[in-house]
């Protein structure tokens, strides 16, 4: 619907009288933000737990739980700012995207890489003592 363009995404928003768009009403962003602010910080809590399981330095840990989180709050926040203060929020939904998806990359390739190619079993690599 909006051709993964910064214009077209402003569109989308805020209207367009080249296209006849209307703009989106109060209650779609409302359902918009409501469907996506109980689905994507559930996917990255369990995400973010897993990841926390592998042997990765704390800093990365740190690092990847903060930009998909941020990535999350910069995506449910844009569509209200592009519609009602500036297209130039685009910017920030872009960066958004950006964050979550490069996080959710990372969470999901280290703890599949230390599995399957490492061998090691998640919980930090370490193996319960033996008795």
């Known amino acids: 619907m909006t051709g993964l363009s910064p214009q077209g995404i402003a569109e989308h928003y805020r209207g367009s009288d080249a296209t006849f768009g209307e703009p989106m009403s109060f209650r779609e962003l409302a359902e918009i933000t409501h469907f996506h602010l109980f689905t994507m910080p559930v996917v990255f809590m369990i995400l973010i737990h897993v990841m926390y399981l592998t042997n ?6 740190a690092i990847v739980t903060w930009a998909g989180f941020g990535g999350v709050m910069l995506d449910l926040l844009s569509p209200w700012l592009i519609s009602y203060v500036s297209p130039i929020f685009v910017l920030s939904m872009l960066t958004g995207d950006m964050l979550m998806t490069l996080s959710f990359l990372v969470m999901m390739v280290v703890p599949l890489y230390e599995m399957w190619v490492l061998g090691q079993p998640l919980m930090g690599g370490k193996r319960p003592q033996e008795s």
């Open 56 to 61: 990765t330095s704390h800093t990365l840990k």
